[in-house]
């Protein structure tokens, strides 16, 4: 954002970004500030990760969409108040810590006691040193039996340090403020910080928070501000109300916003209207709350601009400049998204089934995430989704699937570009935490996919660390394959590290499909006839259909079954009866689970109560023909 020339500040207001990698104890730790600043009232029922409102975030337990909230804080100088962004973990959602920075004037970094500097801490950590924003340190969870607090902070340091080294235009000043970074021990789960280190696995000597916010107060810098300057002020997230439609989330970097206000609006590619403000909000706690005026270095919701996007400025019309638009790391990963086109579509469960609403819909996910494009197929029903990262687009097709939709997806697909006339791919930086048995299968299992050791260390505990670089077609399916390789006791964590030259073929499953030859509802007798042919992932009685995949055929080929099939009745008694036969448990597959599954030729039909991957081609022998065609084209 553009240095103001003012020298006034706000100091009765703080701007902070919270960030850390996924499960550090950011919003645990939100939660802990709201409790002791008097944010709920004694009869309020406390909720655990207040801030993850939402159903998917509740459920996965990772926070996806950056949000704010207020904390008010008394001093000897008066009130002031603390507005905290609570940023997401994951790599896959980078946009929304991206935006969540172009709000703020300072970050919190929080870094587990145990786990030290992970992936996204290096990812967060880039952003906040290239914004040129103060960090303070918080070494979160220092009551965990295997904490190692000095080594964390000492690598924490470390990863400032080469991180600072590798940007441009780095200050000496700077550099001085990245060594001198305060250092705060917390639990947060118990509400209690120190700016003493306690000892390893203990919580800290002080029983509440007040070290952690005399810190914020003393080393985050107030907002510099402009009180009587023309109002400049960017558009940095959006929301909706039934009562005041879209609302716009806006940091006002100079000048004062009223509500009633005839102000500049400025769109992508310098279009200026005038629009009036109707609604003015700020936020208190958790609630949004009226309010007739804010000031430079507020962040505050407005109503009553119905196309406002983010990165659009509101200027003073009379001094109508735009203030840069916020910018995120280009995606890596995309998908096909279409009607449900299966001989089950409109049974699912959903009634938006047509490519009008799918392509309302998504055009509608491009206002509010700026991390996500939608670009137009060879088809009319089907568009290219492209975002960060497998769990950021799955997220999308979940809600979308909640929200009442019938999809078709696409097995994801790395976004290509072709540099100096070659093509190259995006690569990945892979951390891998396992035991120390499992390093000859984990090995074997990354060259596979084209992964390149980067570096070993042994901890002395039974456990090894590995650092790959691979190609991010590399990483489609593999998360259960590792977990599968290691019995579940593997940790993987991985970060965008740039493009390079295409890799060559990557073989990332090596079964087959289990495919119905014909529609009709699956029944006993077939499922114990076919038993031996794999693992299937339907169970008797449901509705299937010609090019379907049951199941997972060992081989690393498809197999075409008849999985309708009937016993046929004699009139012929047997002198025991039947006997009561036991079929395996079928394996159901999720959506994050099919996605992985699904091979180049298979797709995966969503709807709200299913999940079902099929072949692209549901015709048999028109899929032998396009196989006969391949191995052609191959041999040649």
């Given at each position: ?91 896959d959602f980078g946009g929304e810590v991206e935006r969540g ?137 959006l929301d909706a109300s039934s ?394």
């Open positions: 954002m553009p240095a103001l020339t003012s020298e006034k500040v706000r100091t009765d207001l703080r701007n902070i970004a919270i960030v850390a990698h996924v499960d550090h104890g950011k919003t645990t730790l939100v939660d802990a500030m709201l409790r002791q600043s008097g944010a709920f009232n004694e009869r309020d029922e406390l909720v655990d990760r207040v801030m993850d409102s939402g159903d998917l975030e509740r459920e996965k337990g990772i926070t996806i969409l950056a949000k704010n909230t207020a904390i008010r804080r008394n001093t000897q100088d008066g009130p002031v108040t603390i507005n905290v962004i609570d940023t997401p973990g994951h790599a920075m172009s709000m703020v004037d300072g970050v919190v970094l929080l870094v587990d006691s145990s786990e030290g500097p992970l992936p996204q801490t290096r990812f967060v950590l880039r952003k906040t040193l290239e914004a040129g924003l103060p960090v303070v340190l918080v070494v979160n969870k220092v009551d965990r039996a295997d904490a190692r607090i000095a080594e964390v902070v000492e690598e924490t340091h470390d990863l400032l340090l080469e991180l600072a080294g590798d940007i441009d235009g780095m200050t000496d000043d700077a550099m001085d403020a990245v060594l001198n970074m305060p250092v705060i021990y917390a639990a947060a789960r118990d509400g209690r910080a120190s700016l003493e280190r306690p000892a390893d696995g203990q919580v800290p000597a002080n029983e509440n928070l007040d070290p952690l916010f005399d810190v914020l107060l003393d080393h985050m810098p107030p907002p510099a501000a402009d009180p009587e300057a023309p109002l400049s002020a960017l558009v940095t997230n009562f005041l439609g879209r609302i716009a989330l806006v940091r006002v970097y100079a000048g004062k916003i009223r509500k009633g206000q005839t102000v500049a609006w400025i769109r992508e590619g310098g279009e200026v209207q005038q629009v009036r403000i109707s609604e003015l909000l700020v936020t208190q706690a958790l609630e949004r709350v009226p309010a007739q005026e804010a000031t430079a270095g507020d962040i505050v919701a407005i109503a009553g601009i119905p196309d406002i996007t983010i990165g659009d400025t509101l200027a003073d019309p009379e001094h109508a400049d735009a203030l840069p638009r916020i910018t995120v790391d280009e995606p890596a990963i995309s998908m096909t998204i279409g009607v449900n086109t299966s001989p089950l579509a409109g049974r699912g469960g959903g009634d938006k089934v047509t490519a009008r609403l799918v392509k309302a819909r998504l055009d509608q996910e491009l206002i509010g995430n700026v991390s996500v494009r939608v670009l137009p197929t060879e088809r009319p029903d089907t568009w290219e989704v492209q975002g960060r990262g497998e769990l950021a687009l799955a997220v999308l097709v979940e809600q979308m699937r909640r929200e009442g939709f019938e999809l078709t997806v696409g097995k994801p697909q790395v976004v290509t570009k072709t540099i100096d006339g070659k093509l190259h791919e995006p690569f990945e930086r892979l951390y891998i935490d396992a035991p120390e048995e499992y390093m000859g299968s984990i090995t074997q299992l990354l060259a596979a996919r084209k992964g390149r050791m980067e570096e070993m260390e042994g901890s002395g505990t039974g456990r090894i660390k590995l650092e790959y670089v691979l190609p991010s077609r590399g990483l489609i399916g593999f998360r259960t394959d590792f977990l599968t390789e290691t019995r579940g006791a593997g940790i993987a964590n991985h970060v965008f590290e740039g493009y390079f030259p295409w890799a060559g073929e990557i073989r990332t499953r090596n079964s087959g499909s289990l495919v119905a030859d014909r529609p009709g509802p699956v029944t006993t007798y077939a499922m114990l006839q076919l038993a031996d042919r794999g693992e299937f992932f339907v169970e008797p009685g449901a509705e299937v259909y010609e090019g379907m995949v049951v199941g997972e055929n060992p081989r690393a080929e498809d197999l075409d079954i008849n999985i309708t099939k009937e016993k046929k009745l004699t009139n012929m008694r047997s002198a025991t009866g039947d006997e009561l036969e036991r079929l395996a448990r079928p394996r159901k597959l999720g959506l994050e689970e099919a996605l992985e599954f699904c091979s180049s030729d298979e797709c995966v039909e969503v709807a709200p109560k299913a999940v079902r991957v099929r072949k692209m081609t549901l015709d048999g022998p028109q899929r032998a023909k396009e196989r006969s065609r391949a191995k052609a084209r191959d041999r040649s």
